[in-house]
């Protein structure tokens, strides 16, 4: 069963740090892009950040210079580092990705996590 789970969500006062991990579980060949989304309440769910499998990052305007995206394609892991974070950051934060399977050929799925919470609060 191919599985992306989420940790490292939590409570941070304004101006904390805190480190999201994703790992993509499973039957994979390989991956192509990842990213991490987020969804606060009463809000649509926005992009926060996302990577290519060579590297190549974007930002949401509103993360950019805060936020920094990376993955480990040995571990089938993308991170997000938090930093100086604010109470508007509050938010679901998912990740997603494109994954090429075993035995399915070079089509790629796109899968979700499961969300972890990120509250940023005093």
């Known amino acids: 069963q191919v599985r992306l789970v989420e940790s490292g969500g939590g409570l941070v006062q304004p101006g904390g740090s805190l480190r999201l991990s994703c790992a993509a579980s499973g039957s994979i060949s390989s991956i192509n892009d990842m990213a991490w989304y987020r969804q606060a309440p009463g809000k649509e769910r926005e992009l926060v950040a996302a990577i290519t499998n060579g590297g190549t990052t974007t930002y949401s305007d509103s993360v950019k210079g805060r936020f920094t995206i990376s993955r480990d394609n040995a571990k089938n892991t993308v991170y997000l580092q938090m930093n100086s974070l604010k109470p508007e950051d509050t938010a679901v934060y998912s990740c997603?990705?494109?994954?090429?399977?075993?035995?399915?050929?070079?089509?790629?799925?796109?899968?979700w996590g499961q969300g972890t919470q990120v509250t940023v609060s005093s």
């Open positions: 997603n990705a494109d994954l090429l399977l075993m035995g399915w050929g070079a089509r790629s799925y796109n899968y």
